[in-house]
């Protein structure tokens, strides 16, 4: 049910407050950087242990992506560092910005020293973000698409359920 598709209508439903709010009170760095969304049906195994830039990490895992602003003005690699975030989060299913601040000790060569994403409830559904000043604002920004994927996915399944002659999804 969640699909890239689905992950660009939620974006355009949180661009707003990305584009507007950050870029006019200057919360971000600057007026861009990048958003993740990884696959929920992936599960850590070995064979990701090659990072968040290995090839494998990013055709497999990684759902979604999108960068916001003009990435060519990008004075910082905003989708390494959103990727990694993710990555953190992928491999020990709590929040990237949890594990820099509390579990140091888990960073392995490689993965970036910010936090900044959001999981849900069942600890599968990742959303990382970087560009914002401070990692508590990029979290913002991964809550605000969490919760658009969440309405979105709900409201297709509550599509679902009204039609009598479907008992799978689809």
């Given amino acids: ?6 992950c660009d209508a939620a974006f355009e439903l949180v661009r707003p407050a990305i584009e507007q709010h950050f870029a006019a009170d ?64 992928f491999k020990y299913r709590l929040p990237s910005q949890t594990v820099v ?10 993965m970036t020293k910010y936090g900044g994403g959001s999981i849900d409830e069942s600890g599968r559904l990742v959303v990382a973000c970087a560009g914002a000043e401070q990692s508590h604002l990029d979290v913002y920004v991964c809550d605000l698409m969490l919760a658009a994927i969440r309405a ?10 009204a039609q009598d002659d479907v008992h799978t999804m689809p």
């Fill in 26 to 89: 200057g919360l971000f760095e600057s007026p861009f950087g990048e958003l993740v969304v990884l696959d929920p049906t992936r599960e850590y195994s070995a064979e990701y242990a090659g990072g968040a830039e290995d090839p494998l990490f990013k055709r497999d895992v990684v759902l979604w992506s999108r960068s916001f602003g003009d990435r060519a003005a990008w004075e910082f690699e905003y989708d390494v560092v959103a990727r990694s975030k993710a990555y953190i989060s």
């Fill in 1 to 6: 049910m969640l699909t890239a598709e689905l």
């Fill in 101 to 110: 601040r509390d579990l140091p000790y888990l960073l392995e060569p490689g």
């Fill in 152 to 161: 979105l996915t709900l409201s297709a399944q509550h599509e679902v359920d």
